[in-house]
């Protein structure tokens, strides 16, 4: 019995070892480029790119169907990022996806925690029931708390 269990170890183990070599010295697929650029992006989902998600983006990008410059969220740091892991010059954001912040007009907030629940990145603080606010320095200008608001009290304005 035990010959049995060391010989399935051994195989298993040469395996691996192959199986490691292999994915070090193969050249990777264009999926695998596609799962880096997406891995850069900001996962916010907020479509501001012309495309429905991040994913979709970055396959359009190593398609070269899309520019590395069309994500507000992630701003220039992600398109320098961009630059570097694809070979390409960074480029300036495109003007036509303006980065914006999302400010909460706290007199009519009534505290109905939506538009946190919405937040990718938990860049709106406030308790059930109370006033939220957005932390500016986190907020992505995704615009998905905008939508779930039932008072329409949040609002987009340019980052200045």
């Known amino acids: 019995m ?12 040469g395996a691996g070892l ?3 070599v292999a994915s070090r010295r193969l ?9 880096q650029v997406n891995d ?12 429905p998600g991040c994913r979709p983006y970055a396959a359009a990008i190593v398609d070269g169907a899309a520019e590395i410059n069309l994500c507000p969220p992630g701003g220039a740091a992600t ?12 480029i300036p954001l ?15 907030c009534i505290g109905c925690v939506h538009c946190r629940n919405a937040c990718p990145v938990d860049a709106i603080v406030g308790a059930p029931h109370f ?26 304005r340019p980052l200045a």
């Open 2 to 13: 035990w010959i049995a269990v060391i010989t399935i170890a051994l195989i298993a183990l």
């Open 18 to 20: 192959a199986l490691s």
């Open 27 to 35: 050249a990777s697929s264009s999926g695998d480029l596609v799962e």
């Open 40 to 51: 850069l992006l900001p996962q916010t989902q907020c479509a501001q790119c012309g495309y």
């Open 79 to 90: 398109v320098q990022r961009l630059a570097d892991l694809l070979g390409k010059d960074a």
């Open 94 to 108: 495109d003007k036509t996806v303006e980065p914006s912040v999302a400010v909460i007009d706290e007199s009519l």
């Open 131 to 156: 006033m939220h606010t957005i932390i500016e320095s986190e907020c992505t200008g995704c615009e998905l708390c905008v939508a779930p608001c039932p008072v329409d009290c949040i609002s987009m």
